[in-house]
């Protein structure tokens, strides 16, 4: 089939590139004018097109031909810095003129990339339940998640009264390359920095915890029960599997979908395993007065509709991250 990907040249688009080619899939990217990390994409067979998502133009340039389009494209939290506007004109205008091209060239399957920044995934001590996309009230604390909320809603008033075939994919935090292993809240010099003016109350008991320490550890990160903190991400292969796995699946059409790692991790089997592998000393420690991680999802909708089956959990992400950091060391630096 032959697929439009915005965002093609970041992390999630490169891979994903890479996938669909492999499958026999004709891509094309929209790429703004001169990027740099276009780079990424020598060797592979895809068709570049210059332009802007907030010109409606270059989108119905881009969109021509086109059957499925996976919209990852976006002004996002860790990049930038983006203002308000930015997060406006990129996100939601840009998402507009990406729906509006797709109708008009009849598209027969549209993939909207959205986040699970648009949840409230840290309330004291932490979620008791699962958090299933049907059920979470969506609740942004920031316009990058306010900006995927308008896009969802865009996307699925596309669905009911323009019958574009949407399909919505919830990312939990992705990880690629080696991202696994700089995570920050694994490292004792995170909490330290957390706590560095936190000197009344029970946060000054940890502070003084974290401060005896003068050399980088790692941390098994525990709220003030002693229970482990716990994490749900999303290994960037298993995100390029759900889109594998749905384009074009019926199931898939007018829906929303989480997508994460075969289950959450947690710090105190993970934290063990990541010291002996880097080499490193870790502490155990409970974080008092201080909103803990602790979160999952429940992945049986998609599990069910579209035959997702992550399989990457936290180890081997862990693994393949240390895989990577060794080839780039030699100078191979292959996506995986």
């Avoid at 915005?6 to 990027?35: C, E, K, M, P, Y």
């Avoid at 996309?133 to 316009?143: A, I």
């Avoid at 969802?152 to 574009?164: A, I, K, Q």
């Avoid at 974080?287 to 803990?292: E, T």
Wanted: proline letters at 4%; one cysteine or more; a negative charge.
């Amino acid at each position: 089939m032959r697929v439009l990907i915005t965002g093609i040249t970041g992390r999630v688009g490169v891979h994903l590139a890479r996938a669909l080619v492999s499958d026999g899939h004709q891509v094309r990217g929209l790429v703004w004018n001169a990027d740099p990390s276009v780079a990424k994409l020598d060797g592979l067979s895809v068709d570049l097109v210059e332009g802007s998502l907030t010109e409606a133009e270059d989108v119905r340039r881009a969109m021509k031909g086109i059957e499925v389009v996976c919209h990852l494209g976006a002004a996002f939290q860790a990049g930038g810095p983006f203002t308000h506007d930015d997060y406006f004109q990129i996100n939601v205008g840009g998402t507009f003129n990406m729906l509006e091209a797709a109708t008009e060239q009849q598209v027969q399957h549209f993939f909207f990339a959205s986040t699970d920044a648009i949840y409230s995934k840290y309330p004291a001590g932490g979620l008791t339940e699962p958090i299933r996309e049907d059920l979470m009230p969506r609740t942004p604390s920031g316009w990058y998640a306010l900006s995927k909320i308008l896009g969802e809603e865009m996307c699925m008033s596309y669905f009911l009264s323009r019958c574009v075939p949407i399909t919505i994919f919830r990312f939990a935090l992705v990880v690629a390359a080696d991202e696994i292993l700089n995570f920050r809240q694994f490292y004792l010099s995170h909490w330290q920095h957390i706590y560095e003016k936190r000197t009344t109350g029970a946060a000054s008991e940890t502070q003084q915890q974290l401060l005896v320490h003068q050399e980088e550890k790692l941390v098994i990160a525990r709220d003030e029960n002693g229970r482990s903190y716990q994490k749900h991400i999303l290994d960037v292969r298993d995100l390029v599997q759900a889109f594998q796995v749905a384009i074009g699946n019926s199931q898939s059409i007018g829906e929303i979908f989480q997508l994460a790692a075969p289950a959450p991790f947690v710090w105190e089997t993970t934290i063990p395993y990541l010291a002996q592998t880097l080499g490193m000393e870790y502490v155990d420690l409970c974080l008092l007065a201080q909103n803990p991680t602790f979160y999952q999802f429940d992945l049986s909708k998609s599990r069910e509709r579209i035959g997702y089956q992550p399989q990457c959990d936290i180890f081997n992400t862990i693994d393949s991250a240390l895989d990577y950091r060794s080839r780039l060391q030699s100078g191979r630096s292959e996506l995986i």
